[in-house]
Nanobody, 120 residues
Framework: QVQLLESGGGLVQAGGSLRLSCAAS????????MAWYRQAPGKQREPVAAISSGGSTNYADSVKGRFTISRDNAKNTVYLQMNSLKPQDTAVYYC??????????????WGQGTRVTVSS
């Protein structure tokens, strides 16, 4: 059993910053790629940023230059630093991770989501 616990969401004014964290816990042998997705009201969930186990990153065009994804492999944690936030960044942000368990099962795990609201 593996769980992802997100934190760091909240209400911020446009132009402000937030840092999201997502910590994995449970029967973890290794962590593969980790990513952040978001879902705005009335819209489909979309990818925001991803980071490989080796540290390679990818970003959605809408957040390039403003968001930074990073990870701490020792803590099984992924972060999303969000700067220059815009009202259109308002969404529930979800953490996603590829995990190999101690039983050598490969799982895709989702967090419960953390809400980010950017006011204009």
């Amino acid at each position: 059993q593996v769980q992802l616990l997100e934190s760091g969401g909240g209400l911020v004014q446009a132009g402000g910053s937030l840092r999201l964290s997502c910590a994995a816990s449970g029967s973890i042998f290794s962590m593969n790629a980790m990513a952040w997705y978001r879902q705005a009201p009335g819209k489909q969930r979309e990818p925001v940023a991803a980071i490989s186990s080796g540290g390679s990153t990818n970003y959605a065009d809408s957040v390039k230059g403003r968001f930074t994804i990073s990870r701490d492999n020792a803590k099984n944690t992924v972060y999303l630093q969000m700067n220059s936030l815009k009202p259109q960044d308002t969404a529930v942000y979800y953490c996603n991770a590829g995990v190999v368990t101690t039983a050598y099962r490969a799982l895709e795990v989702w967090g419960q989501g953390t809400r980010v609201t950017v006011s204009s």
